[in-house]
Protein backbone atom coordinates (compact mmCIF):
# COMPACT_ATOMS: atom_id res chain seq x y z
CA UNK A 1 0.00 0.00 0.00
CA UNK A 2 1.45 3.29 -0.59
CA UNK A 3 0.75 6.71 0.67
CA UNK A 4 -1.12 9.07 1.79
CA UNK A 5 -1.69 7.20 5.43
CA UNK A 6 -4.00 8.34 7.15
CA UNK A 7 -3.67 9.06 10.80
CA UNK A 8 -6.80 10.61 11.69
CA UNK A 9 -8.74 9.89 15.04
CA UNK A 10 -11.72 9.51 13.60
CA UNK A 11 -13.43 9.75 10.95
CA UNK A 12 -10.53 7.44 10.10
CA UNK A 13 -9.21 5.56 7.41
CA UNK A 14 -11.30 2.48 6.01
CA UNK A 15 -9.18 -0.93 4.44
CA UNK A 16 -8.42 0.02 1.05
CA UNK A 17 -9.92 -3.20 -0.24
CA UNK A 18 -13.44 -2.26 1.35
CA UNK A 19 -13.20 1.38 -0.58
CA UNK A 20 -12.52 -0.53 -3.77
CA UNK A 21 -15.47 -3.26 -3.40
CA UNK A 22 -17.77 -0.13 -2.03
CA UNK A 23 -16.54 1.74 -5.36
CA UNK A 24 -16.96 -1.15 -7.76
CA UNK A 25 -20.21 -1.65 -6.85
CA UNK A 26 -21.83 2.04 -6.23
CA UNK A 27 -23.70 2.10 -9.10
CA UNK A 28 -24.65 -0.84 -8.91
CA UNK A 29 -25.10 -3.10 -6.44
CA UNK A 30 -25.54 -6.84 -6.68
CA UNK A 31 -25.85 -6.25 -10.37
CA UNK A 32 -29.22 -4.97 -9.66
CA UNK A 33 -28.24 -1.92 -11.12
CA UNK A 34 -29.34 0.50 -8.50
CA UNK A 35 -26.81 1.57 -5.84
CA UNK A 36 -27.24 0.20 -2.43
CA UNK A 37 -28.29 3.43 -0.88
CA UNK A 38 -31.55 3.20 -3.16
CA UNK A 39 -32.50 0.14 -1.94
CA UNK A 40 -35.43 -0.52 0.75
CA UNK A 41 -34.33 -1.61 4.21
CA UNK A 42 -36.79 -4.06 4.07
CA UNK A 43 -35.64 -5.03 0.56
CA UNK A 44 -35.04 -9.21 1.07
CA UNK A 45 -31.71 -8.37 -0.10
CA UNK A 46 -30.73 -5.70 1.72
CA UNK A 47 -32.17 -7.49 4.98
CA UNK A 48 -29.92 -10.75 4.02
CA UNK A 49 -26.81 -7.97 4.37
CA UNK A 50 -27.67 -6.73 7.15
CA UNK A 51 -28.28 -10.27 9.10
CA UNK A 52 -25.14 -11.45 7.64
CA UNK A 53 -23.12 -7.92 8.98
CA UNK A 54 -24.87 -8.82 12.54
CA UNK A 55 -23.26 -12.68 12.15
CA UNK A 56 -20.18 -11.66 11.05
CA UNK A 57 -19.51 -9.36 13.78
CA UNK A 58 -21.40 -11.68 16.07
CA UNK A 59 -18.42 -13.96 14.75
CA UNK A 60 -15.67 -11.55 14.83
CA UNK A 61 -16.38 -10.63 18.78
CA UNK A 62 -17.92 -14.33 20.11
CA UNK A 63 -20.86 -11.85 21.19
CA UNK A 64 -22.78 -14.91 23.17
CA UNK A 65 -26.53 -15.65 22.24
CA UNK A 66 -27.97 -13.93 25.13
CA UNK A 67 -26.89 -10.60 23.83
CA UNK A 68 -28.74 -8.33 21.43
CA UNK A 69 -26.55 -6.63 18.57
CA UNK A 70 -28.43 -3.24 17.72
CA UNK A 71 -27.49 -0.92 14.73
CA UNK A 72 -28.00 2.82 15.74
CA UNK A 73 -27.79 6.26 15.05
CA UNK A 74 -26.34 9.17 16.40
CA UNK A 75 -22.64 8.01 16.83
CA UNK A 76 -20.82 7.65 20.19
CA UNK A 77 -22.65 10.65 21.84
CA UNK A 78 -25.90 9.13 20.89
CA UNK A 79 -24.87 6.05 23.30
CA UNK A 80 -23.91 8.43 25.65
CA UNK A 81 -28.13 9.40 26.64
CA UNK A 82 -29.06 6.37 25.50
CA UNK A 83 -27.97 4.03 28.44
CA UNK A 84 -28.99 5.75 31.31
CA UNK A 85 -32.46 5.98 29.83
CA UNK A 86 -32.38 2.48 29.04
CA UNK A 87 -30.45 0.95 32.34
CA UNK A 88 -31.10 3.72 34.76
CA UNK A 89 -34.41 5.47 36.77
CA UNK A 90 -34.50 9.29 37.21
CA UNK A 91 -33.87 7.89 41.10
CA UNK A 92 -31.11 6.08 40.42
CA UNK A 93 -27.24 6.51 41.06
CA UNK A 94 -24.99 5.47 38.41
CA UNK A 95 -20.79 4.89 38.75
CA UNK A 96 -18.74 6.27 36.41
CA UNK A 97 -14.84 5.95 36.22
CA UNK A 98 -13.88 9.47 34.09
CA UNK A 99 -10.68 8.63 32.72
CA UNK A 100 -10.03 11.22 29.83
CA UNK A 101 -12.71 13.42 27.88
CA UNK A 102 -14.77 11.12 26.54
CA UNK A 103 -15.65 9.72 29.87
CA UNK A 104 -15.89 13.48 30.81
CA UNK A 105 -19.01 13.93 28.19
CA UNK A 106 -20.40 10.64 29.14
CA UNK A 107 -20.55 11.50 32.88
CA UNK A 108 -22.28 15.64 32.03
CA UNK A 109 -24.93 13.48 29.46
CA UNK A 110 -25.54 11.06 32.15
CA UNK A 111 -26.62 13.93 34.53
CA UNK A 112 -29.12 14.61 32.71
CA UNK A 113 -31.46 11.26 33.36
CA UNK A 114 -30.25 9.80 36.61
CA UNK A 115 -30.51 10.70 39.98
CA UNK A 116 -26.47 11.06 40.77
CA UNK A 117 -23.78 10.34 38.85
CA UNK A 118 -21.01 8.70 41.29
CA UNK A 119 -17.35 9.42 39.79
CA UNK A 120 -15.95 6.85 41.15
CA UNK A 121 -12.16 8.00 40.46
CA UNK A 122 -9.97 9.79 37.43
CA UNK A 123 -6.19 9.83 36.54
CA UNK A 124 -3.44 11.08 38.63
CA UNK A 125 -0.01 11.99 37.79
CA UNK A 126 2.88 9.64 38.70
CA UNK A 127 6.60 9.89 37.84
CA UNK A 128 6.05 7.82 34.73
CA UNK A 129 3.31 9.39 33.34
CA UNK A 130 -0.30 9.60 33.45
CA UNK A 131 -2.12 6.79 35.04
CA UNK A 132 -5.58 5.68 35.70
CA UNK A 133 -5.81 5.32 39.17
CA UNK A 134 -6.10 1.83 40.52
CA UNK A 135 -9.57 0.44 41.26
CA UNK A 136 -8.80 -0.43 45.03
CA UNK A 137 -8.87 3.69 45.50
CA UNK A 138 -12.49 3.58 43.83
CA UNK A 139 -15.29 4.84 45.39
CA UNK A 140 -17.80 2.59 43.83
CA UNK A 141 -21.29 3.85 45.59
CA UNK A 142 -24.03 1.32 47.44
CA UNK A 143 -25.97 0.29 44.69
CA UNK A 144 -25.29 1.74 41.50
CA UNK A 145 -27.69 0.91 38.26
CA UNK A 146 -23.96 0.41 36.35
CA UNK A 147 -20.62 1.28 36.16
CA UNK A 148 -19.69 2.93 33.31
CA UNK A 149 -16.37 3.36 31.66
CA UNK A 150 -13.85 4.15 28.54
CA UNK A 151 -11.67 1.49 28.29
CA UNK A 152 -9.78 3.90 25.19
CA UNK A 153 -9.80 7.54 25.78
CA UNK A 154 -9.30 8.26 22.20
CA UNK A 155 -8.08 12.57 22.62
CA UNK A 156 -5.61 11.60 26.19
CA UNK A 157 -4.62 8.34 24.45
CA UNK A 158 -4.67 6.28 27.50
CA UNK A 159 -6.44 2.69 28.21
CA UNK A 160 -7.82 0.59 30.90
CA UNK A 161 -6.41 -2.72 29.51
CA UNK A 162 -7.76 -5.22 31.96
CA UNK A 163 -11.55 -4.97 32.43
CA UNK A 164 -12.43 -4.35 35.67
CA UNK A 165 -12.96 -6.87 38.54
CA UNK A 166 -15.31 -7.23 41.17
CA UNK A 167 -18.39 -4.65 40.25
CA UNK A 168 -21.32 -6.10 41.06
CA UNK A 169 -23.33 -3.63 38.88
CA UNK A 170 -23.60 -4.18 34.73
CA UNK A 171 -20.63 -3.04 33.30
CA UNK A 172 -21.01 -0.71 30.12
CA UNK A 173 -18.23 0.20 28.18
CA UNK A 174 -17.53 2.37 25.27
CA UNK A 175 -15.45 0.76 23.34
CA UNK A 176 -15.63 3.58 20.02
CA UNK A 177 -11.85 3.99 19.92
CA UNK A 178 -10.56 0.23 20.47
CA UNK A 179 -13.53 -2.32 19.67
CA UNK A 180 -12.48 -4.96 17.31
CA UNK A 181 -9.05 -4.00 17.92
CA UNK A 182 -8.38 -7.13 19.82
CA UNK A 183 -10.05 -10.18 21.61
CA UNK A 184 -12.40 -8.54 24.36
CA UNK A 185 -14.45 -11.30 26.76
CA UNK A 186 -17.93 -9.90 25.65
CA UNK A 187 -19.67 -11.93 28.77
CA UNK A 188 -18.12 -9.78 31.32
CA UNK A 189 -20.21 -6.76 30.34
CA UNK A 190 -23.97 -5.61 30.47
CA UNK A 191 -23.52 -3.00 27.44
CA UNK A 192 -20.92 -2.50 25.31
CA UNK A 193 -21.35 0.85 22.50
CA UNK A 194 -19.36 1.87 19.47
CA UNK A 195 -19.14 4.76 17.35
CA UNK A 196 -18.39 3.54 13.87
CA UNK A 197 -16.06 5.67 12.48
CA UNK A 198 -12.55 4.14 13.50
CA UNK A 199 -12.80 0.52 13.26
CA UNK A 200 -15.92 -0.16 11.81
CA UNK A 201 -17.48 2.37 9.19
CA UNK A 202 -19.02 5.76 8.46
CA UNK A 203 -19.56 8.41 11.57
CA UNK A 204 -23.17 8.82 12.43
CA UNK A 205 -23.58 4.95 12.83
CA UNK A 206 -23.00 3.10 16.34
CA UNK A 207 -23.17 -0.34 17.68
CA UNK A 208 -24.54 -0.97 21.13
CA UNK A 209 -24.17 -4.86 22.07
CA UNK A 210 -26.79 -5.56 25.08
CA UNK A 211 -27.05 -8.39 27.47
CA UNK A 212 -31.28 -9.98 26.85
CA UNK A 213 -31.63 -9.22 30.88
CA UNK A 214 -30.94 -5.17 30.60
CA UNK A 215 -33.61 -4.91 28.22
CA UNK A 216 -37.03 -3.76 29.08
CA UNK A 217 -36.11 -0.67 31.32
CA UNK A 218 -35.79 2.06 29.55
CA UNK A 219 -37.76 5.45 31.00
CA UNK A 220 -40.89 5.91 30.29
CA UNK A 221 -39.99 9.06 28.12
CA UNK A 222 -37.08 7.51 26.51
CA UNK A 223 -36.83 8.24 22.23
CA UNK A 224 -38.58 5.60 20.70
CA UNK A 225 -35.35 5.17 18.46
CA UNK A 226 -33.29 5.05 21.57
CA UNK A 227 -35.22 2.20 23.15
CA UNK A 228 -33.09 -0.54 22.84
CA UNK A 229 -36.26 -2.73 23.73
CA UNK A 230 -37.71 -1.19 20.94
CA UNK A 231 -34.81 -1.93 18.59
CA UNK A 232 -33.90 -5.18 19.33
CA UNK A 233 -37.55 -6.41 18.91
CA UNK A 234 -37.07 -4.44 15.14
CA UNK A 235 -33.98 -5.58 14.51
CA UNK A 236 -32.76 -2.14 14.70
CA UNK A 237 -35.09 -1.12 11.77
CA UNK A 238 -37.81 0.54 13.66
CA UNK A 239 -36.95 3.43 11.19
CA UNK A 240 -34.86 4.30 8.25
CA UNK A 241 -31.49 2.71 9.30
CA UNK A 242 -28.47 4.31 7.43
CA UNK A 243 -28.50 1.85 5.26
CA UNK A 244 -24.87 2.81 3.36
CA UNK A 245 -23.11 3.27 7.09
CA UNK A 246 -24.97 -0.64 7.76
CA UNK A 247 -23.44 -1.84 4.03
CA UNK A 248 -20.01 -0.61 4.70
CA UNK A 249 -19.35 -1.66 7.88
CA UNK A 250 -20.35 -5.01 7.00
CA UNK A 251 -17.91 -4.88 4.37
CA UNK A 252 -15.12 -4.12 7.04
CA UNK A 253 -16.64 -6.79 9.09
CA UNK A 254 -16.08 -9.20 6.02
CA UNK A 255 -12.67 -8.03 5.50
CA UNK A 256 -11.59 -7.94 8.91
CA UNK A 257 -12.87 -11.79 9.04
CA UNK A 258 -10.46 -12.40 6.23
CA UNK A 259 -7.89 -10.68 7.74
CA UNK A 260 -7.98 -13.36 10.43
CA UNK A 261 -10.26 -11.64 13.04
CA UNK A 262 -9.52 -9.73 16.53
CA UNK A 263 -6.51 -11.96 17.41
CA UNK A 264 -4.89 -11.48 14.31
CA UNK A 265 -5.27 -7.77 14.36
CA UNK A 266 -4.63 -7.47 17.82
CA UNK A 267 -0.95 -9.11 17.64
CA UNK A 268 -0.59 -6.42 14.31
CA UNK A 269 -1.91 -3.57 16.45
CA UNK A 270 0.25 -4.66 19.79
CA UNK A 271 3.65 -3.91 17.04
CA UNK A 272 2.50 -0.79 15.66
CA UNK A 273 2.18 0.63 18.96
CA UNK A 274 4.85 -0.82 20.43
CA UNK A 275 7.09 0.85 17.14
CA UNK A 276 6.24 4.33 17.92
CA UNK A 277 6.19 4.17 21.67
CA UNK A 278 9.78 2.56 21.55
CA UNK A 279 10.91 5.24 19.39
CA UNK A 280 9.14 7.77 21.35
CA UNK A 281 10.79 6.88 24.57
CA UNK A 282 14.38 6.17 23.36
CA UNK A 283 13.87 10.19 21.84
CA UNK A 284 14.39 13.08 23.29
CA UNK A 285 12.86 14.93 21.15
CA UNK A 286 9.63 13.44 20.62
CA UNK A 287 7.50 12.43 24.29
CA UNK A 288 4.40 10.94 25.11
CA UNK A 289 2.55 11.67 28.29
CA UNK A 290 0.97 8.28 29.60
CA UNK A 291 2.37 5.78 32.00
CA UNK A 292 3.49 2.99 29.75
CA UNK A 293 1.01 0.60 31.61
CA UNK A 294 -2.26 3.14 30.23
CA UNK A 295 -0.77 3.63 27.14
CA UNK A 296 -3.44 3.51 24.16
CA UNK A 297 -2.86 1.18 21.31
CA UNK A 298 -5.19 2.83 18.95
CA UNK A 299 -4.17 6.53 19.97
CA UNK A 300 -0.84 7.78 20.37
CA UNK A 301 -0.17 11.08 21.46
CA UNK A 302 3.11 12.64 21.44
CA UNK A 303 4.45 16.26 21.47
CA UNK A 304 7.46 17.80 19.92
CA UNK A 305 10.18 19.11 22.45
CA UNK A 306 9.51 22.64 21.00
CA UNK A 307 5.77 22.89 20.12
CA UNK A 308 6.71 26.40 17.95
CA UNK A 309 7.53 23.35 15.68
CA UNK A 310 4.77 21.80 15.38
CA UNK A 311 3.17 23.74 12.05
CA UNK A 312 6.69 22.61 10.34
CA UNK A 313 6.26 18.84 11.51
CA UNK A 314 2.35 18.97 10.12
CA UNK A 315 3.07 20.44 7.33
CA UNK A 316 6.22 18.35 6.28
CA UNK A 317 4.51 15.25 7.39
CA UNK A 318 1.50 16.23 4.70
CA UNK A 319 4.52 16.42 1.70
CA UNK A 320 5.14 12.89 2.50
CA UNK A 321 1.55 11.56 2.56
CA UNK A 322 1.04 11.41 6.51
CA UNK A 323 -2.24 12.91 7.30
CA UNK A 324 -4.48 13.53 10.25
CA UNK A 325 -1.34 13.59 12.87
CA UNK A 326 -2.58 16.85 14.24
CA UNK A 327 -3.60 16.52 17.91
CA UNK A 328 -7.25 17.01 18.92
CA UNK A 329 -8.26 20.48 19.44
CA UNK A 330 -8.16 20.12 23.31
CA UNK A 331 -4.32 18.75 23.88
CA UNK A 332 -2.14 20.27 21.22
CA UNK A 333 0.69 18.53 20.19
CA UNK A 334 0.47 15.08 17.54
CA UNK A 335 -1.64 12.29 18.08
CA UNK A 336 -1.10 9.13 15.63
CA UNK A 337 -4.44 6.89 15.16
CA UNK A 338 -3.59 3.70 14.40
CA UNK A 339 -6.67 1.60 13.77
CA UNK A 340 -7.68 -1.45 12.34
CA UNK A 341 -7.24 -0.04 8.70
CA UNK A 342 -3.62 1.56 9.48
CA UNK A 343 -1.35 -1.00 7.71
CA UNK A 344 2.18 -1.43 9.53
CA UNK A 345 4.10 0.05 6.74
CA UNK A 346 2.45 2.94 7.10
CA UNK A 347 3.78 3.15 10.91
CA UNK A 348 7.21 2.47 9.45
CA UNK A 349 7.11 5.50 7.08
CA UNK A 350 5.56 7.60 9.83
CA UNK A 351 8.54 6.61 12.12
CA UNK A 352 10.84 7.16 9.03
CA UNK A 353 9.79 10.76 8.89
CA UNK A 354 9.92 11.34 12.67
CA UNK A 355 13.40 10.72 12.22
CA UNK A 356 14.36 12.57 9.56
CA UNK A 357 12.55 15.60 11.47
CA UNK A 358 14.02 14.94 14.52
CA UNK A 359 17.59 15.14 13.09
CA UNK A 360 16.84 18.50 11.26
CA UNK A 361 14.86 19.87 14.28
CA UNK A 362 16.18 18.42 17.65
N1 LIG B 1 -16.47 8.05 22.71
C1 LIG B 1 -15.20 8.00 22.27
C2 LIG B 1 -14.20 7.15 23.02
C3 LIG B 1 -14.82 8.73 21.15
O1 LIG B 1 -13.57 8.69 20.71
C4 LIG B 1 -15.78 9.51 20.47
C5 LIG B 1 -15.47 10.32 19.24
N2 LIG B 1 -14.18 10.55 18.94
C6 LIG B 1 -17.08 9.55 20.98
C7 LIG B 1 -17.39 8.80 22.09
C8 LIG B 1 -18.15 10.39 20.34
O2 LIG B 1 -18.49 9.83 19.13
P1 LIG B 1 -19.45 10.60 18.10
O3 LIG B 1 -18.70 11.76 17.59
O4 LIG B 1 -19.74 9.54 17.08
O5 LIG B 1 -20.67 10.99 18.85
Given at each position: ?T????F????A???????????????????????????????????????????????????????????????????????????????????Y???????????????????????????????????????????????????????????????????????????????????????????????????????I???????????????G??Q??T?T????????????????P?????????????????????????????E???????????????????????????N?P?????????????????????????????????????????????????????????????
Amino acid sequence: MTAPFNFSAGPAMLPAEVMQQAQEEFRSWRNSGISVMEVSHRDPAFMQMAAQAEQDLRELMAIPANYQVLFMHGGGRGQFSAVPQNIAGPDDTVDYLNSGIWSDFAIREAGKYVGRVNVVGGTEQTSRGKAIQSPVSWKLSEKPAYFHYCPNETVDGIALHDIPEGISAPLVADLSSTILSEPLDVSRFGIIYAGAQKNIGPSGFAIAIIRDDLLGRAQGNTSTIMDYSVQARERSMYNTPNTFAWYLSGLVFTWLKGKGGVHTMGAINREKAALLYDYIDASDYYSNPVHPDFRSRMNVPFLLADDRQDGAFLQQAEKRGLVGLKGHRFVGGMRASIYNAMPLEGVKVLLDFMKDFEKTHA
